[in-house]
């Protein structure tokens, strides 16, 4: 695993925190939260790979179809 995608998934996590701070203190509750879920979407579809990627190679070690 590498330490990359743990920066990324920090950096990710600290830019959608403060652009949900600046956001919701602009009143602009919805669009906060909207940025927040993208944000996880993001996040999500990166564990997912790594995920695909770790039962991908278990396949292929015990020779599994």
């Known amino acids: 695993m590498d330490v990359d995608l743990i920066f990324k998934i920090a950096g990710i996590a600290i830019i959608v925190s403060v652009l949900h701070s600046v956001i919701k203190q602009a009143g ?6 909207l940025i927040t879920l ?3 979407v993001v996040v999500l579809t990166m564990v997912t790979k790594l995920i695909w990627d770790f039962f991908s190679t278990i396949r ?6």
């Open 28 to 33: 602009k509750e919805e669009y906060a939260w």
């Open 38 to 40: 993208t944000g996880v």
């Open 60 to 65: 292929v070690m015990f020779q599994l179809p």
